[in-house]
């Protein structure tokens, strides 16, 4: 009140905090969700990222070998050496990447991935195997039983056995691998981030059209797959354990072609126990796609989901339980509500009736 001017000029600064503030939540809304913790689409990009720093150091390793193994031609190309070690190194890249993406950005253990290295790993392991070789095994038979496969016997003997035996690791490799691709760790955050049945039917869409360039590949086959694909992704789900979907596709590839000798997704097997042929209708039997081309398949597949889905005795077991329970599901969806005892309920009936605004 001097009638001096003011020498000091306004604080432009704080006249844009309120927009700079605004254009910060907006970022932090897009980078983070409203439980503080990274979008599903960041996590799933940062876990792309770290499989390819961790498949970077050993592709290198796999052209080494390529000059010293000896690569395969024509059928039992996929049983070459240099293709299994490949197969093996994705793998490794794929649990190394969601290793770090856990324990780093996610800031959880990586027994929620699904894999335990134990003896209860091996167990969950054998239990898939053993479904996948009984549910393959039972598909066979009725096709025999109903005249859709002619079949015949080749016999045991060291060639076949060895056959046998590297074909299990040539399942078990790729198996594991396309497991890990499609009920991994991207599938598990897609569930976090949207629905339990959204990621069913996307990893289950891309699983059967990762297989379109197969030979003698068709709608059915396209329609059965995708049903395995949803098996897979509902065994996880109901056991919170990858052992057991890897267990059920290694067991069903290896039964399929290196046990009962029909073509595995439209791939000759040599080398098989016995030798099925197909018979009949493509539609029924299957045709030189295999198993996965017949509609018995299909119809199977599907009572198999209904009861899978149906089971209460397929759970996970308390330890995976517990260790869920300290993880809420707020990394991408609200956490379910508590059902709330009969005390409870009578309490909120009887508590008086409070205006004011909500915290």
Known sequence: MN??????????????????NKGRGRFKKIVRNRFGHLRTVWRMLIYLGMVILAAAPLMGLLKVF??????????????????????????IALVLGAWITLRWIDRR?????GLSFSFKGVKELLAGFVFGFLYLTGVFLILWIAGFADVTARGLDAQTLKGMLTYLVVFAAAGTLEE???????????????RAWIAILGSSLIFSLGHIFNQDFSWVSGLCLFLHGVLFGLAYLKTRSL????????????AQGSVWGMKVSGTKISDTLLESVPKGPEILSGGNFGVEGSLITVIVTVGLLLYIWKARWIKPTQKMAALWRRYPSGFGLAPPEPEKTSEERLGESQAPFVTGEPD
Not at 4 to 19: M, V
């Open 3 to 20: 009638g001096r001017p003011d020498t000091n000029p306004p604080d432009k600064t704080e006249t844009n905090l309120p927009g700079l």
């Open 66 to 91: 390529s000059f010293i193994l000896p690569a395969e031609t024509g059928e039992d190309h996929i049983a070459s050496a240099i293709n299994i070690v490949f197969m093996v190194g994705i793998d």
């Open 109 to 113: 253990r990586f027994a929620l991935l």
């Open 180 to 194: 890990l691709a499609n009920r991994g760790y991207l599938f598990q955050v897609l569930i976090e981030g949207t």
């Open 243 to 254: 052992w057991v979907p890897i267990g059920i596709h290694v067991a069903w590839n290896w």
